[in-house]
């Protein structure tokens, strides 16, 4: 028999969503006529725009005649497709050429710790999207665990809390190799400000770090103040590599497309440079993109593709503002949900005494029906939180505000809290 990588032990995120479904399971044992709705996952709920569905059509029924079949593509992706991402998301910013095109963002995620090995020390926004840690971990770069900040030594939470702005103190963190950022964010539907982005690519610099963005949510960005890409700010193609997608902007969750720059600026300590490594594990790793969804790309950049998938990212931002707004009408405080999809609802320690984000997500599950996520789930910092997603047809949205709405008239949590105040 076959020993078990030893660090896939460690992980965690299989747990949470195993938790979930256990609860799940449990009320609809008792009550299987229960319809739920799910504001847990993170998963697109609108069809592919027509004019994006065409081009991958025509692509495929090309690839069925003799004439237009092709075999593999281009390592990196196809070179119209480089140039149309530089030009519409960079608007020329980036070279064409440090634009890898690859099977979305979750897959260069774990290429990325390919990359940097398991000797690195990483610092991680706490809260934060699992796979960040989750790779690390099973690459084994870990360290001995930390009971304290339930946390491996190798990895340094840096927490985001409201009394902090969702930021962090800079001058208050240890250095470490490698910073993974997200903004918009997984699970706050936070951003960070270009203020703050330039201070992070100064720490970077200052303290020899590399960053790595992950800009899947930027497409849900409608505050013109707000960086679209960490290459907006002075310095930072020597210190950062971005990793993006069109999962989230054209649905491509199942279709699978999205891209990494790797600046050719970027230089490892002995001045060498970063791409040529990551070329060589984007080819061992992977043979390129599917064809058919580079086609799909190519069209949801164009300006037909634009439009449509503009109109769908603002349909789920006003799922966004439903939700919003019916929570804040009802008292409640929440972070997010204006230039992302996510909403980070708060239930403070004070008005909540003893109770965790286990409790109120299971009151809220049990009480309206309604699967949302422990906070607690994306790390320590996100104990008190729940997760709310606005993805999902205006009608469940509605359905699931006119259910949360009844939930905090009568839940007796609720009550407890506002006797507390
Ligand atoms: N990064 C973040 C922050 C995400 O939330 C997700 C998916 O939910 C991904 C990356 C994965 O994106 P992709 O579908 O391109 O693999």
Request: aromatic residues 10%; glycine residues 8%; neutral net charge.
């Amino acid at each position: 028999m076959v020993a078990r990588n030893s660090h896939l032990e460690k992980l965690k995120g299989t747990y949470l969503f195993s938790q979930i479904d256990s609860y799940k399971k449990k009320l609809l044992d008792k009550d299987p006529s229960i319809q739920l709705i799910s504001l847990g996952t993170g998963d697109t709920s609108e069809p592919i725009t027509p004019h994006i569905t065409q081009a991958m059509v025509t692509e495929c029924q090309r690839l069925g005649t003799l004439e237009g079949y092709r075999g593999y593509g281009p390592d990196f992706g196809l070179p119209q497709l480089r140039k149309k991402i530089s030009d519409v998301h960079y608007k020329g910013l980036v070279d064409p050429e440090d634009i890898y095109v690859s099977d979305g963002a979750g897959c260069d995620i774990a290429r990325w710790q390919m990359l940097f090995g398991a000797q690195h020390t990483l610092a991680v926004q706490d809260p934060s999207y699992p796979a960040y840690v989750d790779n690390g971990v099973i690459m084994g770069q870990t360290g001995t665990f930390d009971a304290d900040k339930k946390i491996y030594k190798k990895i340094v939470p840096l927490a985001m809390r409201p009394d902090n702005n969702f930021f962090c103190d800079l001058s208050t963190i240890e250095k470490t190799d490698i910073i993974a950022l997200c903004s918009p964010n997984n699970p706050t539907g936070t951003t960070l400000n270009r203020e703050q982005f330039q201070q992070l690519v100064d720490f970077a610099k200052s303290n020899q770090s590399i960053i790595l963005y992950d800009a899947v949510y930027t497409p849900f960005i409608r505050d013109k103040s707000i960086p679209q890409s960490i290459y907006e700010i002075p310095g930072a193609k020597e210190v950062a590599i971005e990793c993006h997608s069109f999962s989230k902007s054209a649905g491509f969750t199942g279709v699978r497309l999205g891209w990494s720059v790797v600046p050719k600026e970027l230089k490892y300590d002995d001045g060498t440079p970063v791409y040529p490594d990551w070329q060589r594990i984007s080819t061992t790793s992977f043979n390129g993109a599917s064809l058919i969804s580079q086609a799909g790309g190519l069209a949801a950049l164009d300006e037909k593709g634009l439009q449509e998938t503009k109109a769908q990212v603002d349909h789920y931002l006003m799922n966004a503002k439903i939700l919003r707004d019916t929570l804040s009408g009802l008292g409640f405080t929440i972070y997010g949900g204006e230039n992302a999809p996510y909403l980070w609802l708060h239930f403070p320690k004070a008005d909540y005494p003893g109770l965790t984000s286990w409790d109120i997500f299971e009151d809220i599950l049990n009480r309206s029906h309604v699967v949302t996520i422990p906070g607690s789930g994306f790390g320590p910092a996100g104990e008190n939180f729940i997760r709310l997603s606005a993805f999902g047809h205006r009608q469940k949205i509605l359905d699931a505000a006119k259910r949360l709405k009844n939930w905090a008239e009568t839940s007796p949590l609720n009550l407890q809290a506002t006797a507390s105040k």
